[in-house]
C-alpha cells in the first residue's frame, strides 16, 4: 500500500515537474520577447515596421510640420497634446433618471397592486358574462322544453 502511493505520488511529482518545464519555457520565451520589443524600441523607431509604413509617418510629419510653418518634422513629435476627457453618462443613471432604488420599488409595487385589480375586476366581469350566459342558455332550454 505504502509503495503503491509512493509510485503514484512519484508519477505525479514527474509529470507536474515536465508542465512547469514546459511552463518555464513559455513564460522564458514571453520575456525574451519583451526584451527583444524593448531593444528595438530604444531606438525610438517604429517597430516591426515597414519602410513604406515609415516613409508614410515621415511624410505625415512633414504634412502638419508645413501646415503649422514649424521648423521640421521633429518639432511636431514635441507639441503639447492637450485631450478633453470624455464625459461619460452611464446607462443604468440614464434609465433611472434621478430616482433612487426605494422610488423605484415603491412605483413597482404600485404599478402591480393597479395590475392585479384590474386583473380581478376583468375576472370578476368574466364571471358575470359567463353568468348571465348560463342563465340566457338555460332560459332558451327552457322555453324550448315548454
Given at each position: 500500500m505504502l509503495r503503491r502511493g509512493v509510485a503514484v505520488s512519484c508519477r505525479a511529482f514527474s509529470t507536474s515537474r515536465a508542465q512547469m518545464k514546459e511552463a518555464d519555457l513559455i513564460?522564458?520565451?514571453f520575456v525574451n520577447k519583451i526584451r527583444e520589443y524593448e531593444q528595438q524600441n530604444a531606438g525610438g523607431n517604429l517597430i516591426n515596421s515597414s519602410p513604406e509604413a515609415a516613409k508614410q509617418l515621415n511624410e505625415q510629419l512633414n504634412r502638419?510640420?508645413?501646415?503649422?510653418?514649424?521648423?521640421?518634422?521633429?518639432?511636431?513629435?514635441?507639441?503639447?497634446?492637450?485631450?478633453?476627457?470624455?464625459?461619460?453618462?452611464?446607462?443604468?443613471?440614464?434609465?433611472?433618471?434621478?430616482?433612487?432604488?426605494?422610488?423605484?420599488?415603491?412605483?413597482?409595487?404600485?404599478?402591480?397592486?393597479?395590475?392585479?385589480?384590474?386583473?380581478?375586476?376583468?375576472?370578476?366581469?368574466?364571471?358575470?358574462?359567463?353568468?348571465?350566459?348560463?342563465?340566457?342558455?338555460?332560459?332558451?332550454?327552457?322555453?324550448?322544453?315548454?
Amino acid at each position: 500500500m505504502l509503495r503503491r502511493g509512493v509510485a503514484v505520488s512519484c508519477r505525479a511529482f514527474s509529470t507536474s515537474r515536465a508542465q512547469m518545464k514546459e511552463a518555464d519555457l513559455i513564460a522564458k520565451a514571453f520575456v525574451n520577447k519583451i526584451r527583444e520589443y524593448e531593444q528595438q524600441n530604444a531606438g525610438g523607431n517604429l517597430i516591426n515596421s515597414s519602410p513604406e509604413a515609415a516613409k508614410q509617418l515621415n511624410e505625415q510629419l512633414n504634412r502638419l510640420a508645413n501646415k503649422f510653418n514649424l521648423a521640421n518634422a521633429d518639432v511636431v513629435g514635441k507639441l503639447p497634446l492637450q485631450f478633453q476627457q470624455a464625459t461619460v453618462e452611464s446607462s443604468v443613471d440614464a434609465l433611472l433618471e434621478g430616482k433612487n432604488l426605494g422610488e423605484l420599488t415603491a412605483e413597482v409595487k404600485k404599478t402591480h397592486e393597479t395590475y392585479k385589480k384590474e386583473r380581478a375586476a376583468k375576472i370578476q366581469a368574466e364571471k358575470e358574462r359567463q353568468m348571465a350566459l348560463n342563465e340566457a342558455q338555460s332560459s332558451t332550454e327552457a322555453a324550448k322544453s315548454a
